[in-house]
């Protein structure tokens, strides 16, 4: 079934992406505005897009024309932010950051949750996420009123230690980070944890079958 995004309504065109482009990782982002309040919310258009230098997208919709929420508003202000990856084990507390709290309200504490200093910016990581990774702001692109696409530079990244293989040669427990991927519909998630491997062919082993 043809569906025409040029035609169809923004909230119409949103159903059919977050139906389809399955799962998606969930940054789980803390900031800090110019006087130190810190601020923490997930959002889940989100992936990694390059290597070198190795960046982070994040896109960021308001509650209102105008607004880029505290998060988009902090980066914009600060330049700087930590994208916290969400295990199975942080659902429960991530989902009471999504709350729309009012402007001031501590997020993290409402979720029982805790802190650990950065190495190279301001804003903490949150203690029992698996994965943190530090970020500067690179470009911010506004889309329109009330969205705006944030590309971040990655300056460093925590892993959980039980979840490094070899730190020496970058090997990380990926099913031991137990992350969750964000599906369709109002709540729906799924955890990362099961996979299945298919290595990639090479051209002089890939043989056409007739």
Request: net charge neutral; proline share 6%.
């Amino acid at each position: 079934m043809l569906f025409d995004f040029e035609t169809m309504a923004p909230q119409d065109r949103y159903k059919i992406l977050v139906s389809t482009v399955v799962p998606r990782p969930i940054a789980w982002v803390v900031t800090q505005d110019l006087k130190g309040q810190v601020n923490a919310a997930p959002f889940s258009f989100f992936n990694v897009v390059s290597q070198d230098p190795a960046l982070v997208v994040i896109g960021i919709g308001g509650r209102k024309p105008g607004d880029a929420k505290d998060t988009g508003n902090n980066i914009r202000e600060t330049g700087q932010f930590v994208v916290n990856m969400v295990s199975y084990d942080n659902a429960e507390a991530m989902n009471i950051t999504a709350i729309d709290f009012e402007h001031g309200v501590d997020e993290l504490a409402e979720a029982g949750l805790t802190t650990l200093p950065s190495v190279k910016i301001k804003p903490p990581r949150i203690a029992e996420s698996p994965v943190a990774f530090e970020c500067e702001r690179f470009m911010i692109l506004d889309i329109n009123t009330d969205r705006s696409i944030v590309l971040g530079k990655i300056l460093a990244a925590h892993v959980r230690d039980d979840s490094v293989l070899n730190q020496a040669r970058r090997y990380i427990d990926t099913p031991k980070l137990d992350l969750l991927g964000r599906m369709h519909g109002a709540g729906g998630y799924v955890r990362t944890n099961a996979i299945f491997d298919m290595p990639r062919i090479k051209v002089a082993d890939w043989t056409r079958k007739s």
